[in-house]
């Protein structure tokens, strides 16, 4: 004679299940947001080299940087003008970055906001730096910097 399952086993089950659904969906949500901060941490390192090239009076790295760029004539004469113009000694810090965009799911183009410096010159620079995030948290965000303007006034907006 064979007993019946009893309603408690039948509950532990149930209870175990919810609990492997919710760390599945749990697990999930932080992939997909994991790789919209990496957009994020993308925007700022590739914002950092593009500033580095520029103390260095790089034009060609800075070019190399900035996708499209180096085929658009006033895009490039501004880069070799920022290239001479903003040359400084020393580590270049980034005192701040307003990224383009604080979240995005899907591609999305804005001016990101930077104030940044050398160690060896105490009077920081502001510039904006047009910013494309491509793709979305399902193919994978991606981040392309589109140009860069030259020296702003230090309260100004992009």
């Known amino acids: ?26 697990a999930g949500i932080s992939f997909l947001l994991a790789r919209v901060l ?31 760029c180096a085929d658009q004539t006033a895009c490039s004469e501004r880069v070799r003008s920022n290239a001479q113009r903003l040359r400084r000694p020393g580590a270049v810090k980034v005192v701040r970055l307003d990224p383009s965009t604080t979240f995005a799911l899907s591609g999305h183009t804005g001016p990101a906001r930077v104030v940044w410096n050398t160690s060896r010159v105490t009077r920081p620079v502001v510039q904006c730096v047009v910013v494309r995030r491509t793709g979305n948290v399902l193919s994978g965000p991606g981040v392309q910097l589109e140009s860069v303007s030259g020296p702003r006034p230090g309260t100004s907006d992009c």
């Open 1 to 26: 004679m064979t007993r019946a399952p009893r309603p408690r086993a039948s509950l532990l089950r149930l209870r175990y299940f919810v609990v492997a659904l919710a760390i599945l969906v749990f």
């Open 38 to 68: 990496a957009a994020d941490s993308r925007e700022r390192s590739d914002v950092a080299d593009l500033l580095r090239a520029q103390a260095r009076g790089d034009a060609a790295a800075m070019l190399r940087e900035l996708h499209g």
